[in-house]
């Protein structure tokens, strides 16, 4: 079975940065497409980045200019880098990743997600 596990979020002040890590471990026999998404109380779950096996990008547009996700294929790692944080920013951030599992296929992989509040 394949696992995806973030980390990084935390509360911090506007203008202030984070940067998010999400592990892919388990059966993983190769990993398509990694993405952010986020979802705010009250709200539906959004993209916020992803990132093709061959390093394209795409950002969602409130974002754009802010935030940076880039991925290190040895480590099945994902990241965003998040910069000059906004309240808006606010929300539960998921990893997600379109993945072959060994034993079940290919199929999406979400995390559990990390809580990110941007308050003074």
């Known amino acids: 079975q394949v696992q995806l596990v973030e980390s990084g979020g935390g509360l911090v002040q506007p203008g202030g940065s984070l940067r998010l890590s999400c592990v892919a471990s388990g059966s993983i026999s190769s990993i398509y497409g990694m993405g952010w998404y986020r979802q705010a109380p009250g709200k539906q779950r959004d993209l916020v980045a992803a990132?093709?096996?061959?390093?394209?990008?795409n950002y969602a547009d409130s974002v754009k200019g802010r935030f940076t996700i880039f991925r290190d294929n040895v480590k099945n790692t994902v990241y965003l880098q998040m910069n000059s944080l906004k309240p808006e920013d606010t929300a539960v951030y998921y990893c997600?990743?379109?993945?072959?599992?060994?034993?079940?296929?290919?199929?999406?992989?979400w995390g559990q997600g990390t809580q990110v509040t941007v308050s003074s």
């Open positions: 990132v093709t096996s061959g390093g394209s990008r």
């Open positions: 997600n990743g379109d993945i072959v599992d060994t034993g079940w296929g290919r199929r999406t992989y």
